[in-house]
């Protein structure tokens, strides 16, 4: 199979490269880039006016499977994952069984190959059935195909298992991907702690009580060697730990969420549980911080934390409904529309923020477009403007605030290993 990309802008931020091109590729592989490539194809893409970039890594999802695939399975969560741009994806252990035995590893793997429509790399638990006691096989878990280590969904509150299991992990070279969250300070908080919760008479949750425990898992990969990835940080302080942890040469990255980097506390328009998630928005200056760290290049990663739950579940209150948001399929629009559109962030470091910078957190070999690579590559419009509609999800789930909200950007092609996996035909 031969795939010709023609005209389309390149974006590869392994070589600082943002130029207008042509990509051909051979047998799975991007064979050739040239400026104004002249051969014959099977199939021939036009990408005028669209941005070619490394196929889109996402660090953060859940796909319930086994055990909750009322919410989503791997197959629907692949569907979302091609129509979202992306051709990796990294799913979260907090299933029915949890991820902390090889044979759970094993059948997510096989399924999703059997699936075919997105790589699913499997995170594995840090403790036997993420109940904090006891820590899994790390090794053996890396040995049937985990991609890294989370207790994803709550923290590991014992300090010493915790660094029990970040030793293991340095010592296996395994990434350590950390929900910052002291469950002592929650209380029963569902939204940021502030004027709109007291406004909505609920409980609310502090910026302690992310930062209490993003610091100790930076003192914990100071002392261990650790790779520690913070996940979905949403806090100013956050923002300055990770700087400074960075300054001092500790092996940290962090990502942020487009839901983090889109709204606020302000935007919470009554007690609707699909402004609920965790961690939750925060207030503006929390949210322009974050901004201005992937700005920087302080935060590394966008993730989604695709979190899909059933109509019934979320049709809740907010105090009863349970936390988490969809993002597989609006990932890229918000994006472009509230970082690259504002000037916050150039199309390179989208690229870098979305593929080659999870690939380096994972140690894999994607996120380029480099001649010989893997032909993982997702082509985007950033121009096309439309209204986020959740009756045009494939995914199970429609939990999302951002039902009606205008954007900027869709994807029109994601090729997964030289193979065309999604095509917008609209």
């Known amino acids: 199979m031969t795939i010709l990309i023609k005209n389309g802008r390149v974006l590869n931020p392994s070589e600082n490269m943002d130029k207008v091109m042509d990509i051909y590729v051979r047998d799975g592989m991007i064979q050739e880039r040239a400026e104004n490539i002249q051969k014959n194809a099977d199939k021939v893409i036009d990408a005028k006016g669209c941005y070619v970039m490394p196929g889109l890594i996402d660090l953060h999802v859940h796909f319930r499977d086994p055990g909750l695939t009322y919410k989503e399975d791997i197959e629907t969560g692949s ?5 979202g741009g992306f051709t990796t994806v990294c799913c979260m252990p907090n299933t029915k ?22 790589n699913v790399l499997p995170v594995g638990a840090v403790t036997m059935q993420m109940a904090g006691k006891e820590t899994t096989d790390i090794e053996k878990l890396k040995e049937a195909g985990i991609c890294a280590i989370s207790e994803d969904g709550k923290s590991v509150m014992n300090s010493g298992v915790y660094r029990k299991a970040m ?3 340095a010592r296996l070279n395994v990434p350590v991907m950390a929900h910052c969250e002291d469950i002592n300070l929650v209380e029963g908080g569902v939204i ?6 007291e406004e909505l008479g609920v409980k609310g949750i502090s910026n302690a009580v992310e930062d209490v425990i993003a610091m100790r898992d930076i003192m914990l990969a100071k002392e261990t060697g650790a790779t520690l990835h913070l996940c979905h940080c949403s806090t100013k302080d956050s923002v300055e730990m990770v700087k400074q942890a960075k300054a001092e040469g500790i092996k940290v990255t962090a ?12 935007d919470i328009t009554g007690n609707d549980s699909n402004f609920k998630m965790n961690p939750p928005l925060r207030s503006r200056e929390d949210m322009e911080t974050l901004i201005k760290g992937l700005s920087d290049d302080i935060m590394d990663v966008i993730s989604t934390d695709h979190a899909p739950h059933s109509a019934e579940e979320k049709a809740r209150d907010l105090e009863h409904a349970p936390f988490g948001i969809v993002g597989l399929e609006t990932s890229v629009a918000l994006t472009l529309t509230n970082l690259v559109k504002k000037g916050y962030i150039t199309p390179l470091q989208m690229a870098a923020k979305m593929s080659y910078n999870p690939a380096k957190v994972l140690g894999i070999d994607k996120g380029t477009l480099n001649e010989g690579a893997i032909a993982d590559i997702t082509i985007i419009n950033p121009d096309k403007e439309y209204t986020i509609d959740v009756n045009t999800f494939v995914s199970k789930g429609k939990n999302t605030p951002f039902d009606g909200y205008k954007v900027f950007g869709e994807v029109e092609c994601t090729i997964l290993g030289g193979k065309v996996v999604y095509k917008n035909d609209n």
């Not at 069984?97 to 429509?117: F, H, M, N, R």
């Not at 940021?192 to 919760?197: E, P, Q, V």
């Not at 990502?255 to 302000?266: A, G, L, Q």
């Open 79 to 83: 569907r979302a994952a091609a129509k």
């Open 97 to 118: 069984p949890v991820v902390d035995s090889a044979e759970t590893v094993k059948y997510i793997v096989d399924k999703s190959k059997e699936v075919g429509l997105t």
């Open 167 to 169: 030793k293991e992990a």
């Open 192 to 197: 940021n702690l502030g004027d709109k919760s």
């Open 255 to 266: 990502e942020v969420c487009p839901h983090h980097f889109s709204m606020c506390t302000d």
